[in-house]
């Protein structure tokens, strides 16, 4: 399989230009530019997240089209492999925590604080020579308050690509107190159809996790409670919900069901209608015993049922199961 690979990774990288036309008339999914969730159980193809959204990687040996870099990855319990990962990792996506920002090609990427405009990713440098063009690398803050180096725009704010419009990519903004002056509280900004959008109030789960306190002095931070702090997403059939980064995160999913197409039936038409008991949490499946098919049985006989029929849930008589019956004998 390595042979295979490098041969492809070498006509990629001579002719990247006609891989990619190639690659475009291929099917989804599991091809080169094709949008994928996660990495397959092979070497290839590799998921990489891209403003465009999660896509598959293009193996390499040494060059990657524009905007591309090619850099090492090692899948869990595989060996490592070389792929193309964009230059600027997810550079300028909305966020709240570094982990957000980090993917194959940017592991030392951070979630930069951009004061009350909000968190936006940006990728680890030494020097602007690291960074794309438009982005410099300069010394900030993470929104965890952690010193870094990153490349950040060099003049235009950060703008929704259309993997954070697909998303809705969010990150925690901060609103001038009308009432107090000098004192911001927390609001969030999330990528849409128009754009990013200005700060707005936070609303919902969200609100347990943010300190009704907001921030004094206009010192721009992260008013959130601990992460771990209990909270309640507003979905009853989460357990173990806790506070990450001023969100509210969804725990443990305890019911078995939320609606009744949860409920899978078999194919037996006799056996009754399965539907998502919601009387009392967990929520579980039930047989609604006003569906089960009964079957009269006084035409029975000793040989003969009448017994429902699995696939039709009609009624018929059919040999009863074998029994033993002790024979009569002539009375003397």
């Known amino acids: 399989m390595a042979g295979t690979d490098t041969a492809q990774a070498d006509a990629d990288a001579a002719n990247p230009g006609d891989s990619q036309s190639t690659d475009a008339a291929l099917d989804c999914p599991g091809v080169v530019d094709c949008p994928c969730e996660a990495n397959d159980d092979r070497d290839f193809p590799i998921c990489v997240a891209s403003a465009a959204g999660r896509v598959c ?16 990855y090692t899948p869990q319990g595989a060996d490592t492999v070389s792929v193309c990962a964009p230059t600027g990792g997810l550079l300028c996506l909305p966020c709240r925590t570094d982990a957000q920002c980090r993917t194959i ?17 940006g990728v680890g440098c030494t020097t602007s020579d690291d960074c794309p063009s438009g982005h410099v690398c300069a010394d900030r803050v993470t929104t965890a308050g952690a010193a870094t180096r990153q490349c950040v725009p060099d003049k235009a704010a950060c703008t929704c690509s259309p993997g954070a419009v697909a998303t809705a990519a969010n990150t925690r903004c901060y609103l001038p107190d009308a009432t107090v002056g000098g004192r911001f509280c927390a609001g969030v900004r999330t990528c849409g159809p128009a754009g990013l959008s200005a700060c707005a109030p936070i609303a919902g789960a969200d609100a347990v996790c943010v300190d009704a306190a907001c921030l004094q002095n206009g010192k721009v931070g992260l008013p959130a409670l601990a992460d771990g702090s209990a909270c309640s997403d507003g979905v009853v059939c989460t357990e173990g919900d806790a506070c990450l980064g001023g969100h509210c995160e969804a725990g443990t999913n305890a019911c078995e069901c939320e609606k009744d197409a949860d409920c899978k039936d078999d194919a037996d038409l006799c056996n009754g209608v399965r539907y998502c008991d919601k009387s009392a949490q967990p929520f579980t499946c039930k047989t609604n015993p006003a569906t089960v098919v009964g079957c009269p049985t006084g035409q029975d006989t000793v040989c003969l049922q009448n017994q429902c029929q699995p696939s039709t849930g009609a009624s018929a008589m059919v040999p009863a199961p074998s029994t033993s019956i002790a024979p009569t004998r002539p009375a003397r």
């Open 57 to 72: 990687a293009r193996p390499c040996v040494a060059t990657c089209p524009g905007g591309e870099s090619c850099v090492l």
């Open 105 to 121: 090609g940017a592991e030392t990427a951070t979630c930069v604080s951009h004061d009350q405009n909000g968190g936006f990713c």
